[in-house]
């Protein structure tokens, strides 16, 4: 008889703990998309720049990190944004950075021409998006990567602008 009481007050607590981690928790919702770009130099057809400017959806994965840079830590999370650009996860109150998983590392430290190291170790340090977790509604950002034409100038470039020497 004892030992049915004290399994039911087990019972019982371990269902209050995880009733009180779920609502210690919040939801992360990570939207990302992708824009394009008209590279052509004549004007485009009637409704084609609004077709390639329009938002599409980019499934992957994004590294969530405690803190507003992306400092190289370990990530306390990965949200898998599905094919509809959407995913989600929980996570406990905080600020945290969102960043590609092509941010994962740090860019090398070797001498690259024409490109600025500190530039770059800029670039990785900024998030892709900053996110607020509290409890209660969801927190939502929406990362938005726009592409270039190829013969726009990179990030970190140390070229003066306007097309390469022939």
Known sequence: MHRAIAFLFLLIAASFAAASQA??????????????????????????????QRPRPVAGNWLVRPGRQNAGVQPVAIVHTDASGTGQVALPPGTYCVVSEAKRAPPPHRPTPNVDPVCLRQLFRQCDAVAVVTVGAPTRVTIDHYDTCSWQQAACSTLPPGPPPP
């Open 23 to 52: 609502q210690s928790t919040g939801t992360l919702v990570v939207v990302a998309n992708a824009h394009g770009a008209y590279c052509s130099g004549a004007a485009p057809p009637a409704g084609m720049l609004e077709a390639i």
